[in-house]
């Protein structure tokens, strides 16, 4: 049950102090007895919030839905906005966390739990306390499920009629709409579900006043334009008439009396209309605190209708909407300040169902995903198939050798800032010791720890391997419960922008590593339906930044429904800032004991006889990962002279350099070579010595893993970008001279003497060559990043720029050469030019995206020839006439030389526009195995390496079997 929080202000004001009250209690229940305290005076906080408002109303991006919109000429930044809101946002934490006001904090803190259901609602009596964005106080971080209303001080109650109906009943009155779009709001209701929806579009007051008193509404809806008038509010129903509510209030009260419950003023500037609504005692109202966009508009009503109609509280569905207004492109975040609810307190929480007259049922269907449900249902398992065949993949090919170690594991409260931030709770909080047998899951599902967990150990320490557990174990959950969200793999080193937000970084990772569309991946975010477990903490160069980024999105409206953070233990602690998990786990080392049974288990008893004695060699073995190495080659360590007498340091080193050396003389059933090709050992430990050094550069690490797509010039060697630059130019180039060499020759060159048609030739294609290559060298060659083009898009924007140039090039054409034909091949050039790529989605197979961009190269080339050839065969003699006046002439050089030179020059077109990454990938892999860095054959080198134990496959993707073994590589 939720919760319901009464904070009164008495009318004072800012120059003397507010007296408040506060009353706590159960929803439907009676109220506690008030708490007196006290608000201390702050008159700045007045001006703070009219700097804002004056940033703000300067720099409104779109039209608002203000009385008369004005275009503005913008005297602010959203910099400026950015800064104004945060100078109030400190001014207002001052002042609710000042000494005088800590009573009231403190009984908040004790009476309220993170994950309680809030309505706080804020008694303030007059519009200037009311526009203060409230929700601002740090208090308010601790419980994402709180969200503020306001309320008049005096309040009545009100006993609407009985629902008869099931369905919603809806009237939308659609106001005067000049420079904004309200047809969207139209649109946007009329996909809700189980809803009776009458439209009054821009109506007279005789219209409104009959559907007010002739039938009975559940909510009342308001598009348009509308302001704030000192106490009151109008609004502007058609383009010549405006009402006030007060003119209103006779049919408003007799709707409120027959159910009216709810009323909603997408518009601008609403606290005066919410304030005169309020005298009539109307159970809840929906406003906009200032002007408002109406893009954002738009955007604020989706989010709640949709959160609204799939069955959450009006509360919990305003809190989601104003949330996600924070990620607008081109608005500043405080744009989430604007929507406020006004509430009268004698009333109880709506929810859809309860306005429906629905008694236990609730509405599955959103306005988005109605009539979706099977294509929900096959994209997630599509997405859970996938994450499966990861950890599957990665869990067979891992070094565990199938007997599991059982590992200690510690609770380490203080790891974490528990969410409600009350540190006086966490102090006396001991570590706890957990035996080896307790599972990762088990503690993750615990109540207090509710799926959000911090995962710590030292390097070699299992965290890895413990992950994929955790994760193979969500999976078949996961599998037998589709309400059950779905757990991916990420690694946070590849967080590479450290004020992207975390949201934004996930979907980009979605789309990339899971093949998930972009909307897909928003989707699933929005509706709670991924579960991220996130390794590498330690390995971005952004830590603490990340541990912020990560604490901002675990207290937005994406915040998932469980979290797992994965790092290096003292990484961690080296961090300023603390995660805001509900636990901690720390994994311990492996007990002597536990180490005696695994080697009994894995048949290793004599080789444990032979180092049970030594301290340096049992400090070792406290890592899982040394333990597996030692029972796979411990043997042929033991053989080196004096090993007994190494530190542990100097073991560790000597055990990663035995198993390299067993893994590249050990006989194995070669798939990717044969006995005879199979490269030596010298070689392979020198490839691979190069690749762990080019992983570690750019933090390539384990669940990001290596494409072969991924090989870019800044894996060139020192002093090689411009060899590489000058490879690729002349590789162009040189193709270039000989397509434009074979075109002139088809045409004009037939003209000459076999010898001096030979001699122009020649020399007109070494002038193409060289100025295409220094084109090529100049631009395409000193490119930071290779971008395959995998996937055909249009980019509609590029496309209409595209057809535009190739429509005027056409008619231009037709003009000059008096041949209609040619505006259509200019149509055809600008649509061939307006298709593009999107870079890859989806590795299933090592080099894919580049051999797809040779095929999409290919393609591109025959949609340019067919473009061409056609209209060279319908106007041949057109064409001919143009080269040359004489028929015998043009006879020499005939129909089919000029279609199969409109042929190349469409096939020289359609290749430039994809072929590109296919030139660069290959002139970077020529340079790269000339000089001994890779082999020719990458990809089957790669497996090769896999099937040595060196790394490990998922699809297209490669990573080392574990990070200690690719930084002693790299060493090497």
């Known amino acids: 049950m939720g919760k319901l929080v009464i904070l009164t202000l008495e009318q004072e004001d800012f120059q003397q102090g507010f007296p408040v009250k506060l009353q706590i209690g159960l929803e439907g229940e009676r109220l506690s007895t008030p708490i007196n305290g ?392 001991p570590n706890q010791l957990l035996s080896p047998e307790t599972r990762l899951v088990d503690v993750f599902q615990q109540s207090n720890i509710d799926s959000k967990l911090l995962v710590i150990g030292d390097p070699g320490n299992g965290k890895t391997i413990t992950l994929l557990e955790l994760a193979k174990q969500l999976i078949t959950q996961a599998e037998d419960d589709t309400n059950r969200a779905i757990p991916i793999l990420l690694n946070l080193s590849s967080w590479k922008d450290e004020k992207q937000p975390l949201l934004q970084w996930l979907i980009a990772e979605l789309v990339s590593k899971y093949d998930v569309s972009l909307n897909i991946a928003e989707e699933l975010l929005e509706n709670h339906r991924i579960l991220p477990l996130l390794d590498g903490l330690d390995e971005t160069p952004w830590q603490e930044s990340c541990v912020e980024a990560i604490n901002q999105f675990l207290e937005s409206a994406y915040r998932p429904p469980g979290l797992v953070v994965c790092s290096r233990k003292e990484g961690y602690e080296f961090i300023n800032a603390k995660l805001k998990l509900n636990g901690a786990i720390c994994l311990q080392s492996v007990a002597k004991a536990e180490v005696q049974k695994y080697f009994a288990d894995m048949k290793c008893l004599q080789l444990w006889q032979t180092i049970k004695n030594s301290d340096a060699f049992l400090k070792l073995l406290e890592s899982p990962l040394m333990l597996n190495l030692m029972v796979l080659v411990g043997q042929e360590m033991l053989l080196e002279d004096e090993v007994t007498f190494k530190s542990t340091q100097e073991l560790e080193e000597s055990l990663l350099d035995v198993y390299i050396q067993q893994m590249l003389k050990q006989k194995i059933k070669n798939v990717s070579y044969s006995q005879q090709t199979a490269p030596s050992a010298k070689k392979t430990q020198k490839w691979l010595a190069f690749l762990a050094n080019k992983y570690q550069d750019k933090s390539q690490t384990e669940f990001s893993g290596f494409s072969l797509e991924q090989m870019q010039p800044h894996w060139l060697p020192h002093g090689y970008k411009q060899i590489y630059a000058l490879g690729v130019g002349l590789i162009f180039g040189s193709n270039l001279g000989v397509i434009v060499g074979s075109i002139v020759w088809l045409t004009v060159g037939v003209l000459f003497e076999p010898f001096w048609g030979a001699v122009i030739i020649l020399a007109l294609a070494l002038f193409v060559m060289l100025l295409s290559s220094l084109w090529a060298f100049l631009t395409v060659g000193q490119a930071q990043t290779i971008e395959p083009v995998e996937t055909l898009i249009f980019l509609y924007k590029k496309l209409l720029k595209s057809l535009i140039g190739g429509l005027i090039a056409g008619l231009i054409t037709w003009k000059l050469s008096g041949m209609m034909v040619f505006l259509s091949v200019g149509l055809v050039v600008g649509l061939i030019d307006g298709l593009s790529g999107s870079n890859i989605n989806k590795i299933k197979i090592p080099n894919q995206s580049i051999w797809q961009s040779v095929k999409n190269a290919s393609l591109f080339a025959l949609i340019g020839a067919t473009s061409m050839a056609i209209p060279a065969a319908m106007m041949s003699k057109q064409l001919l006439a143009m080269i040359v006046e004489s028929s015998v002439l043009q006879n020499k050089i005939g129909t089919a030389n000029i279609v199969l030179s409109a042929i190349i020059v469409g096939a020289l077109f359609g290749f430039t526009q994809a072929g590109m990454a296919g030139i660069q990938h290959f002139t970077l892999r020529l340079i790269l195995w000339c000089n001994g860095y890779i082999p020719w054959n990458y990809a089957r080198f790669l497996d090769y390496a896999t099937e040595r134990k060196f790394l490990q496959r998922v699809g297209g993707r490669y990573q080392f079997i574990h990070k200690l073994l690719q930084v002693r590589l790299a060493e090497k």
Request: contains cysteine.
């Open 38 to 429: 006290y608000l201390p005076p702050n008159p700045k906080i007045p001006n703070y919030y009219r700097s804002w408002q004056s940033a703000y109303h300067t720099h409104i991006v779109g039209t608002p839905r203000l009385d008369k919109p004005k275009a503005q000429k913008s005297q602010f930044s959203t910099g400026e906005i950015n800064a104004q809101a945060e100078n109030l946002t400190i001014i207002m934490n001052q002042w609710l966390n000042s000494q005088e006001f800590s009573l009231i904090r403190e009984e908040l803190v004790l009476s309220l739990k993170p994950d309680d259901e809030v309505r706080f609602i804020i008694q303030a009596p007059t519009i200037q306390l009311q526009q203060l964005p409230w929700h601002l106080w740090d208090l308010f971080k601790d419980y994402p499920l709180a969200e503020i209303a306001l309320s008049a001080p005096n309040y009545g109650q009100v006993s609407p009629a009985k629902k008869s109906r099931n369905k919603v009943r809806i009237l939308a009155i659609l106001g005067d709409s000049k420079g904004i779009d309200t047809e969207k709001d139209r649109e946007l209701l009329e996909q809700l579900p189980g809803v009776e929806t009458v439209f009054l579009p821009q109506p007279n007051r005789k219209q409104i006043n009959h559907h007010l008193l002739k039938y009975s509404w559940d909510i009342l809806f308001f598009a348009g334009h509308s302001q704030t008038e000192g106490k009151s509010g109008r609004i502007y129903i058609n383009k010549i008439d405006s009402l006030t509510i007060g003119e209103l209030k006779y049919e408003l009260a007799k709707a409120i009396k027959k159910g009216l419950k709810l009323a909603i003023f997408n518009s601008c500037d609403g606290l005066g209309l919410a304030q005169e609504l309020a005298d009539l005692q109307i159970p809840q109202i929906i406003v906009m605190r200032e002007p408002v966009p109406d893009k954002v508009a738009q955007a604020f009503l989706k989010y709640f209708l949709n959160a609204f109609a799939s069955g959450k509280s009006l509360y919990l569905s305003v809190n989601e909407a104003r949330q996600k207004l924070q990620y607008l492109d081109a608005h500043p975040p405080s744009i989430s300040w604007l929507p406020v609810i006004c509430q009268n307190p004698s009333q109880l929480m709506p929810t859809w169902d309860k306005l429906r007259g629905a008694s236990g049922t609730k509405t599955r269907s959103t306005i988005w995903t109605r009539n979706r449900d099977s294509q929900e249902s096959e994209n997630r398992n599509r997405l859970l198939a996938k994450v499966k065949d990861e950890v599957e993949s990665r869990w067979a090919q891992s070094l565990h050798n199938h007997v599991v170690i059982q590992q200690p594991k510690e609770l380490q409260p203080k790891q974490v800032e528990k969410p409600w931030g009350v540190e006086v709770r966490l102090n006396h909080l």
